[in-house]
């Protein structure tokens, strides 16, 4: 029990980091450049974990860089740049909290983690929350943008899904190096195809990307497999739900948001979604995250 509150609260570094993400990608990144905004993000990061890991990819291991690289950076990271030029900090960080219920219907059959009664009604609460912090009736809320979010929630549910399947008894940092960096090569070809040269950025820019790509990327998509590997994946993506809070915080604070009351009524219903999917009810005799796919293992030294 102890040891699945630590991995809770190491795990909730990557969503909130995410959280903040939107808000410093709104606020000082290209507005145009989408595809080159996402490989700016990922190439760093993957070479930062690289270098920390000090492996390379073996046996399937290169072909499953490419397709996780793909589905977690490559599409997800285009997505993710723009919804949040596309929409408000608050909204566009909302409907990713749609994610934890697509990731217990995608783990059911993926890694045999049937959702259990208490993840599925923390989940039930949390997305009551989002409804109401998401139809407010705010300005500026666009179909395209909606579209984004909604396409990066999706693949992202699929591929971290998949990431938990495939790296069971894997080595996170290496494989999280591995697929950061496959994805930003995949992205560099179509984004010089498509956005010509790379964009000259200011000061504030490089500091922005910076960030998110050393906190908002190489550390949160490390903790954040690293508890999808310890964690029931209907806990982690409960836990995910933190993404949303800080988003519509940040946006309130900083970029001007207006905070509604039916928002400050979601804030509460999904705190209290994650708390209702937290890992300590486990049955006795098994850990919170022990899955079909999830058994003793020895641990390689460079595992996050």
Known sequence: ?????????????????????????????????????????????????????????????????????LLNVSVFFVLVYAASQLLPTSVASTVMAVSPLTMMLIAWPLVAERPGAAPLTGAAVGLAGVCLMLFTGA???????????????????????????????????????????AGALLLLPVAAAVE?????LSASALLAFTYVSVVATALAFTVW??????????????????????????????AGDALTVRQVCGLPLVLLGVVLGRPGRARPGRSAGAGRLQRPVKRSKVEG
């Open 1 to 69: 029990m102890e040891a699945n509150t630590r991995w809770v609260a190491l795990t909730a570094v990557a969503p909130v980091a995410w959280g903040t993400n939107y808000y410093v990608t709104h606020e000082f990144l290209p507005t145009d450049r989408p595809l080159y905004g996402a490989a700016l993000r990922a190439l760093p990061a993957g070479l930062v974990l690289l270098a920390l890991a000090r492996q390379r990819p073996r046996g399937v291991w290169w072909w499953r860089s490419a397709v996780l690289g």
């Open 196 to 200: 010509g040269p790379p964009p000259a």
């Open 139 to 181: 300005d500026g809320v666009s179909v395209p943008g909606m579209l984004a979010s909604g396409g990066a929630m999706l693949v992202s549910a699929f591929g971290h899904i998949l990431t938990k399947r495939w790296n069971a008894g894997g080595a996170v940092l290496a494989s999280t190096a591995w697929q950061l960096t």
């Open 225 to 254: 497999f690293a508890g999808l590997r310890r964690l029931p994946a209907g806990t982690v993506g409960l836990i995910g739900l933190l993404n949303p809070v800080t988003g519509v915080l940040l946006g309130t604070a900083l």
